[in-house]
């Protein structure tokens, strides 16, 4: 599994695989030549969608995108894993994946495919560093 995560020394953002060790999180560096364990928050372990921005960032489980609908209404959503229900789906119709938790308009896809190629679509920052 690939994931971002807040260090333990000093809060900033790493990228790469997590691991627990002795009850301990940590992650092994994206780009590291030798298994090196960097000590990671738990709780801010977000595992990487596969799907990029058009701009070419990663998008993680518990970032905040925004969007503009129609009328150039801002809303924001979380990218999620789990299980979902799309409001025009039946009662019994359910999904698995990642998905975008809308804020306001909770009438709209939550499917994360559907939305993230649209050059609409912008970063707003992640859970783990928001108040959102």
Not at 14 to 34: L, R, S, T, W
Not at 58 to 80: F, P, S
Request: proline share 3%; hydrophobic share 35%; net charge negative.
């Amino acid at each position: 599994m690939f994931a971002k995560a807040r260090r333990m020394r000093d809060g900033s953002w790493i990228v790469g695989y997590p691991v627990i060790c002795q009850k301990n999180h940590y992650i092994i560096p994206k780009d590291a030549e030798e298994v090196t364990l960097i000590p990671i928050r738990k709780d801010t372990i977000c595992r990487y969608t596969g799907k990029d921005l058009p701009d070419g960032q990663n998008v993680y489980e518990n970032d905040i995108i925004e969007i503009a609908d129609a009328d150039g209404t801002k809303i924001r959503g979380i990218v999620r894993f789990g299980t979902y229900h799309s409001e025009f789906d039946t009662k019994e119709t359910g999904h698995v994946g990642f998905f975008v938790d809308w804020e306001t308009n909770k009438y709209w896809r939550k499917d994360l495919g559907y939305w993230i190629d649209s050059e609409r679509v912008l970063y707003v920052g992640n859970t783990a560093d928001s108040d959102f």
